[in-house]
């Protein structure tokens, strides 16, 4: 199966938005894609607080609509991050796995980033359902956004409901580091679980961009760097079964993953400063 990265650099406007994400539909198509991942909450960029709140969109407003309008016709399955209102006054930061039109399913990013000076949780409620997957191309799918990479347990407790394969839409900021996280992190990621990491990352300024595609033995099958474009490769159910019999972590494993809800009002100890992912 064919799969690739989306990266573009979202603005405040989601008209804009939705027709870079459109333009990166239709190259896609053409090269046979049939699972495509595009960045974190690819409706607006998140300047402040206040503006992710004012940019969401219920799912089936304009932003989702469209963008699945526009690849109804292609035999592929969309991945986008948008944001969704919530009942607090604050807003889902959600993504929408899509196909022919139809919601397959969505997953409400779970860890917020609360830290390094960062309160996402002004902003964003946190979500409640962990492991969400579906299926595509013979490889189920298992959800993450940006953040999410930096708990194992959410990559693994995917893997044990049967993800092959790590749809991880981000927002990542460039600083000290940061890039050598990103990376690391991916690459963590894919090889304990052995399983493909596909990260969609957004450009523009502050932002690492660095999409990409990891392979269950933890290689770069594709990478890109920066602005607009697609890191295509090719994920095949064979290679994360041959990487399972070859390194059979799932099975010699000690421990499984029980998660915890956490409340919905849980709150963070950071200030507001503009160096951090979302």
């Not at 990166?24 to 909450?41: I, K, N, T």
């Not at 049967?162 to 090889?191: M, S």
Request: glycine fraction near 8%; charged fraction near 20%.
């Amino acid at each position: 199966m064919r799969v690739a990265a989306a990266q573009f650099a979202p603005v405040e406007d989601w008209r804009t938005n939705l027709a870079r994400c459109r333009e990166l539909v239709d190259r896609a198509a053409a090269e046979g894609v049939e699972l495509l991942v595009f960045p974190e909450a690819s409706i607006a960029r998140l300047p402040d607080g206040a503006r992710a709140v004012t940019a969401a969109q219920p799912l089936d407003g304009p932003f989702v609509a469209g963008l699945l309008a526009h690849a109804a016709p292609h035999p592929m399955t969309v991945v986008v991050g948008t944001l969704v209102p919530s009942d607090d006054g604050r807003a889902f930061n959600t993504l929408v796995a899509a196909r022919g039109g139809e919601v397959v399913a969505t997953y409400r990013k779970l860890h917020l980033y609360d830290a390094y000076g960062i309160r996402e949780s002004d902003s964003i409620a946190p979500g409640q359902q962990p492991a969400v997957t579906f299926t595509v191309g013979g490889l189920t799918v298992g959800l993450m956004t940006c953040y999410d990479v930096r708990f194992p347990e959410l990559a693994r407790l995917l893997a044990e409901r049967g993800a092959q394969l790590l749809a991880l839409p981000a927002a990542w900021f460039d600083g000290p580091l940061k890039r050598v996280h990103w990376e690391t992190l991916c690459r963590a990621r894919a090889i304990e679980n052995t399983c493909y990491l596909v990260g969609a990352g957004a450009a523009g300024p502050h932002r690492v961009a660095d999409s990409l595609v990891i392979d269950p033995a933890g290689a770069f099958v594709s990478r890109l760097d920066d602005g607009r474009g697609l890191a295509v490769a090719t994920a095949d159910s064979d290679e994360v079964a041959r990487a399972r019999a070859l390194s059979p972590l799932m099975k010699q494993r000690r421990f499984t993953i029980n998660p915890v809800p956490v409340p919905a009002d849980r709150a963070g100890s950071a200030t507001s400063t503009p160096n951090g992912e979302h």
